[in-house]
């Protein structure tokens, strides 16, 4: 007798209705209620049957101030095909509308058609077997497009992550935003001996600092008023897989506190409990700035910069990935829903890419060519349709070295000072120059204008 296929399952009530519909009868149903622990927390966190690959929530039944709850669940849970039930008028609300378009292959209204649902579903375990089936080391997925390309930067950073791969030790991915710092993360545990373990997923940026230790060791019942049962917490959801720290320098100092004896001795302990629990995960963390910097300038905590261990990664920005826009462009569109309806770049498009600065990186590539898929009127994509303005030979012959010269020393700037904390003396220190040097620099490129709150090292 051929082995039924588990079916992830979130709601409010059970659903009775699958028993007499046969299109599920070849399912085993995981089903978990959809019932909050505590406010601002999540959900109760199952332990899956690691053969899960599809799963359904339903929000019919939900309130609308229940889906940031429902949001940190299907963050900390390893699954990434889900499909949504709701009620027609709810997708007016815009929270749900974009937990949708993270999380959801495709959304299903009520009433339900029990056989379409099915149908559905049936087709996503399908090509997650196929994918399975596949070498996780192809780059044309969606999920590793921030990984395409054969620029000297991006060809190191995969070699790195493939190797890095192979080991347990902690690995500190960093980058601008929008450089592909998750899409690295996940790279590695699909080719680790973990990857048939939990993915979980810790925005540090989102985590409010009261609820810090109730998000990431759990708490038991009775920890706090309304603690009615025991829940486990981010870190120990990531129990034989991987804890991915997204944004570890957004951490206080105080939140930094909490997790380094995680980091030192592997353990934890839940709110209302003196029993440590041994967690086997492998640790990977991501930031936006370096973090030996901010050690340097006593923004992060040395103890626990050292503890994230010795291997590192550092996603090059786009502009200096230019030869790896023709392939990112091919991979993002044919990511699209419509698989970019047959569209090509016009030569104008393409070379308006290549001479944009991208300060947005990847992110910004992709909300400029999903712009161009609404408003491209034919089976070419114009500049305009990207959100450039179309250039004039006037407006070119005004570009100069020293134009590239300030655009850099401006840059160079900014990002000190932000990596300072506004701090004037330490972001000097960190160009190596004097803080007289620093001060004309800001004069020169106006960057203390309408900045209030400058910090200029002094008592």
Known sequence: MEEKRPLVWLSAAYPDFL????????????????????????????????????????????????????????????????????EADQLRNPELRRLIQRFCTDYHTRPLQPQRLGAFIGHLWGMSVLQASLPDTRSGTYQNCA???????????????????????????????????????????????????????????????SLTQNELFGHEKGAFTHAMSAQKGRIEAAHGGTLLLMGIDELSTEQQSAI?????????????????????????????????????????????????????????????????????????????????RGLRLTDSAMVCLTEHAWPGNLRELQNRLGQALLLSEGVCIEPHDLGFPVATDNARTELSLDAFRSRADREAISVSLALARNNVSAAARLLRISRVSMYRLMEKHQLHHGKAGWNTGRE
Not at 181 to 187: I, L, R, T
Not at 311 to 335: I, K, N, Q, Y
Request: one cysteine or more; aromatic letters at 6%; charged letters at 20%.
């Open 19 to 86: 028993a007499s519909e046969p299109v599920f009868r070849g399912w085993r149903l995981l089903y978990y209620s959809l019932m909050p622990m505590q406010e601002s927390s999540g959900y109760a966190i199952p332990d899956l049957n690691p053969e899960a690959r599809v799963g359904v929530f339903d929000t019919s039944a939900l309130a609308s101030d229940a889906l940031a709850a429902l949001e940190k669940t299907l963050e900390c849970l390893p699954l990434e095909r889900w499909v949504a039930i709701v």
């Open 147 to 209: 990984l395409v390309g054969n620029s000297p930067g991006i060809v190191r950073v995969r070699d790195l992550l493939q190797r890095f791969a192979q080991t347990d030790e902690p690995v500190h991915i960093d980058g601008e935003n929008g450089t592909g710092k998750e899409a690295a993360a996940k790279y590695i545990h699909g080719l680790s001996a973990r990857r048939s373990k939990p993915l979980v997923v810790v925005n540090c940026a989102a985590l409010p600092p």
């Open 260 to 340: 380094l004896r995680f980091l030192q001795e592997g353990v934890i302990e839940r709110l209302g409990s003196t029993h440590p629990i041994r967690i086997d995960t492998r640790l990977i963390a991501t930031s936006t700035r370096p973090l030996d910097q901010l050690v340097e300038v006593g923004a992060f905590r040395s103890d626990v910069f050292y503890r994230l261990g010795s291997l590192h990664v550092r996603m090059p920005p786009l502009r200096d990935r230019r030869m790896d826009l023709p392939a990112l462009v091919t991979g993002l569109l044919s990511a699209t829903a419509s698989g970019g």
